[in-house]
């Protein structure tokens, strides 16, 4: 059975970065944006990621110019961004496409497991995963990192 732990990004800092690391945690993927109207939402996810990063939740920013051409930066440029702007220090990935054909081999899985309903519409987008790598959850750009039936979400997934 694929899970989430079968999937391996490239980290904003360089190398890899392998699902395999987060075995045991709940991980929150966000594809993200720095020039977009939702930007606000790093200030949410970096504040979920402090109160919760200590019972097993990770935030993983995946940074997209896929939507309005709102990250057209480079991985530094992202980077100095994130944390200038809102002191974001829960883990990024590489520059990545979300959706289409060229889009990285997670959102593809989650996509194909889910259906097209479930892959990205905007920036912002959020997948939660179980300890064990499972779906747990998909939530849409619009759903702020405060968002009640989330935190829900992540309590359970977190156990």
Not at 47 to 64: H, N, Q, S, T
Request: charged letters at 25%.
């Amino acid at each position: 059975m694929t899970t989430a732990h079968d999937f391996s990004f490239r980290s904003i800092d360089g190398g890899a970065l392998p699902m395999t690391q987060f075995k045991g945690k709940a991980v929150l993927v966000v594809n993200v944006a720095s020039q977009c109207g939702l930007t606000p939402q790093y200030e949410g996810l970096e504040k979920l990621w402090r109160e919760k990063r200590d019972k097993g939740l990770v935030v993983l920013g995946v940074p997209a110019n896929d939507f309005g051409a709102q990250e057209p930066g480079t991985e530094n440029e992202i980077k100095t961004f994130c944390e200038t702007r809102f002191a974001v220090d829960f883990p990024m990935t590489a520059k990545e496409h979300v959706i289409g054909a060229g889009a990285h081999p997670l959102y593809k899985w989650v996509t194909q497991e889910l259906g097209e309903g479930a892959a990205p519409k905007w920036n912002f987008h959020k997948y939660l995963f179980n300890r064990d790598g499972t779906i747990a959850g998909t939530f849409g750009s619009r759903t702020e990192p405060g968002d009640a039936e989330m935190g829900a979400a992540i309590d359970e997934a977190l156990g």
